[in-house]
Structures are given as C-alpha cells and as structure tokens.
C-alpha cells in the first residue's frame, strides 16, 4: 500500500519553543489531515487541508498542504505542556471505493518541557 | 458529541485464545474501521466496513476477521490469538462521504 514518511520520530522541546513536523509520500492524496493522540485516548482531528498550496490555522496551529500534493506540514508556535502527544498526518484519496480510507504516518512524540 | 466506545481498554490473553474486541459508535455513522498502533509504524488499517454485514480488508487483515451485524457496533476477532498480535487496537467510524473519522479510546491487547 501507500506509504507515509513522517518526521520527526520524536520532539524534546521546553515550554515556548516552536515545533515543525512534516510527512512525504510516494504518491499524490488530495485530503491531508493531521490527527493528535493524548495519552491513554484515541487520535483526534486537529486540522484537514483539501487543496494544493493551502495553509489552515487552528490557534497555535498551522499545516500546510504541500504544492506537489505529496507532503504536508505542521507548526505548533509556542508550545505549552498540554501540547504533549503523538501527531499523526493522514492522506485520504476521495472517491471511488475509498469509503475513506486513511494512510497515517508513524506519528511524532512530542514531549514538552515545563 | 460523536461517541466511539471499546469494550475494553486493557485485555490480558493467552496464545491461541478466541479473542473479541467490540466497537460501538453511537452517531448513525455509515463506515467503521479497525486500527492496530505499534511504535515506530503508526495506525495500520486492518479491515473496514462500509455498511452493515458489509466489510473489506484493509492492509494487514491476516490473522483478524470482523462482524458487522447491526450500524452502530463492529467487532475484530482474533481467531487463534498469537504475540504478535499484541498491540494497541483502534476502532474509528465516519460519515460516508466525510474526511474526519472519530477514534475510540482504544484497547491494549497483551497475548502472553
């Protein structure tokens, strides 16, 4: 199947600190979303980019659909502990018998320090 | 708020076990899905399900079955439980013709 490289693996940062994290694929999707996992939960949605180019902010967030449609970025401006998690980027390819279906990266610990 | 339940959060089982994870969304939601999370390989899609008694295999369906028999609940069964299936288990559903899909707690599943 597809595959997603997302990186970094993992993130140390003090409190204050901004924080990049970015996927690339081997193939094009036409929907990026970035997921966040907290601890002892399931993921949850924090941002979904549906065009080429495109930059969307929730708060501190920001991610970015790359031009190619093969990456996608996310920034996290000013960290705070709550930030703490895995994030996970998600490509969905609509149509035809998709019924949905994600291809997630391995995800990015972040651990933040107070 | 869109509700997604797991039957358990933690399981204990022994090698060759039946085993049943239960899934419950409480939002009318068309398509449900089944995840495994291991470190390092993120969420891999083990079987989806489309609507009711309807169901697809997503990349690593070896191993697993599912049983979709009423819209609001899916089940994953490991059939003759093995270690290597120990991981954390995922459960997720969705609208049809929606991006965003909405995870359950999750369940952590030791085969020992």
């Known amino acids: 199947g597809q595959q997603l490289n997302q990186s970094p693996q993992s993130m140390f940062i003090q409190e204050g600190e901004d924080v990049s994290m970015n996927c690339t694929s081997s193939s094009i999707f036409n929907t990026w979303l970035w997921y966040k996992q907290e601890p002892g939960e399931g993921p949850v949605l924090l941002i979904a980019?549906?065009?080429?180019?495109e930059l969307t902010s929730n708060g501190r967030l920001t991610a970015q659909f790359g031009i190619t449609r093969k990456d996608s970025f996310l920034n996290i401006s000013a960290s705070i502990p709550s930030d703490v998690g895995i994030y996970f980027c998600a490509g969905h390819n609509a149509g035809g018998t998709s019924y949905g279906k994600l291809t997630f990266g391995q995800g990015t610990i972040l651990t933040v320090h107070p | 708020d869109v509700k997604v339940t797991q039957s358990s959060r933690y399981l204990v089982k022994r090698t060759g076990e039946k085993v049943f994870l239960e899934c419950v969304q409480d939002?009318?939601?068309?398509?449900m899905f089944w995840y495994r999370q291991d470190p390092g390989l993120g969420l891999r899609l083990i079987y989806f399900?489309?609507?009711?008694?309807?169901?697809e295999k997503g990349d690593i369906p070896e191993g697993y079955s599912v049983s979709r028999e009423k819209k609001e609940r899916f089940s994953l069964i490991l059939e003759s439980a093995s270690t290597n299936q120990t991981s954390m288990y995922l459960c997720a559903s969705r609208w049809t013709g929606t991006d965003t899909q909405y995870f359950g707690p999750g369940t952590r599943l030791t085969v020992l």
């Open positions: 980019l549906y065009k080429a180019g």
């Open positions: 939002m009318d939601h068309e398509n």
């Open positions: 399900s489309y609507d009711v008694k309807m169901k």
